[in-house]
C-alpha cells in the first residue's frame, strides 16, 4: 500500500512540474494576424510605415506580443483578387486571426454586391475552417452610385460575418471619408495624418477577439 502511494504522489508530481514547464511555452506561443486588404491597407500613397497596419504592428508590440503582424494587402485587389490568394496564404502564415479589408474596389467598378457578399463569404470560411478568426471590416461606396447599390453594397458586410459567424467592424473610414484634410487628392485615399484614426476605428472589433 506504501509503495503504491509513494508512486501515486510521485506520478502526481511529475505531471505537475512538466505542466509548470510547458505552459509558459504554450502560453508564449507566436500567433499571426492577417491583413488582407487593398490600397486602404497598403498604405497608398505613403510608406508603409505609416500605414495604419504598421501602426497597429507597433501597438500589439506592447500590449498583445504574442502577435506577428503580416500585411499582405495590394492596391486596386478586389475580393475575387483576395479570394484567389487566400488559401496560399492560409497555408504559409498560418495565421490566427485574418482582417480582411476588401470590398472598396468592387464598389468603384461597380460589381453585384451579391457578388461580393459571396465572396467575402467565402473567404470568411475559408480562413474560419483553417483555424482562424476573421474579422470584416465594413466598407462604404460615395452615394453617387444610387441609394439601393449603396445600401445592399453595405449589407454585403454584415451579411457575410452574420453568414459565416466572422466579427464585422463598423465603416473603417468613419470620420476620415467627409473630411478634405484626412484625404489625398483623389478622395479616395486617407492620407498618412489619417492612419491614426483609420487605427482607432478597427481597434475596438480587433480587440474582442484577440
Known amino acids: 500500500m506504501q509503495h503504491f502511494l509513494f508512486n501515486l504522489i510521485r506520478t502526481t508530481l511529475v505531471l505537475g512540474l512538466s505542466c509548470l514547464l510547458v505552459w509558459p511555452a504554450v502560453a508564449g506561443q507566436q500567433r499571426t494576424l492577417l491583413v488582407l486588404g487593398d490600397s486602404i491597407s497598403a498604405a497608398y500613397g505613403m510608406s508603409l510605415e505609416e500605414g495604419w497596419v504598421a501602426l497597429l504592428a507597433r501597438q500589439l508590440e506592447d500590449s498583445h506580443p504574442q502577435y506577428t503582424v503580416v500585411n499582405a494587402s495590394i492596391s486596386g485587389e478586389t475580393s475575387a483578387g483576395g479570394l484567389r490568394r487566400l488559401p496560399g496564404l492560409l497555408e504559409q502564415h498560418k495565421p490566427a486571426v485574418v482582417v480582411l479589408e476588401l470590398g472598396g474596389n468592387d464598389?468603384?467598378?461597380?460589381?453585384?454586391?451579391?457578388q461580393l457578399q459571396q465572396n467575402l463569404t467565402r473567404m470568411s470560411r475559408l480562413?474560419?475552417?483553417?483555424?482562424?478568426?476573421?474579422?470584416?471590416?465594413?466598407?462604404e461606396i460615395p452615394p453617387n452610385y444610387g441609394a439601393r447599390y449603396t445600401?445592399?453594397?453595405r449589407e454585403s458586410f454584415a451579411r457575410a460575418a452574420e453568414a459565416t459567424g466572422a466579427h464585422a467592424a463598423p465603416f473603417m473610414l468613419d470620420g476620415v471619408a467627409t473630411r478634405e484634410h484626412m484625404m489625398q487628392d483623389d478622395g479616395i485615399h486617407p492620407t498618412a495624418d489619417a492612419q491614426p484614426k483609420l487605427l482607432e476605428n478597427v481597434l475596438p472589433s480587433l480587440l474582442e477577439i484577440l
Do not use: K, N
Not at 107 to 113: A, C, K, S, T, V
Not at 130 to 136: D, I, Q, T
Open 107 to 114: 464598389g468603384l467598378r461597380g460589381y453585384p454586391p451579391g
Open 151 to 153: 445600401r445592399a453594397f
Open 127 to 139: 480562413a474560419r475552417d483553417a483555424g482562424a478568426e476573421v474579422l470584416l471590416l465594413g466598407m
